[in-house]
């Protein structure tokens, strides 16, 4: 399974892809995706477009404030699109 992540800066029309990988698994593949995509907003900042793809599941996302956690991020409705037990969540859909 393949994964990447990428930002749609302000005033672009393309998405700059920046990390990418491969993984046997799905919950490995998940988790280094959702890993670069919070280092990725760290250092680009909370106002920009990301864009996730994991396996064949595209994901925009937009991360928010944390308040729990001073300057950290959520990306907590990533795991809506996400889901950590994908053969579960397929089921359902």
Do not use: F
């Not at 593949?29 to 680009?44: K, N, P």
């Amino acid at each position: 399974m393949n994964w990447r992540v990428g930002v749609l800066r302000a005033g672009t029309e393309n998405t700059t892809w920046t990390a990418s990988g491969a993984a046997d698994d799905w919950s490995t593949v998940r988790r280094r995706a959702i890993d670069a995509v919070h280092e990725l907003a760290l250092r680009e900042g909370r106002r920009q477009e990301y864009r996730l793809e994991v396996d064949d599941i595209e994901v925009i996302a937009w991360p928010g404030l944390d308040d729990d956690r001073p300057g950290g991020l959520d990306l907590s409705g990533v795991d809506d699109v996400l889901p950590r037990d994908r053969t579960a969540a397929a089921a359902t859909w």
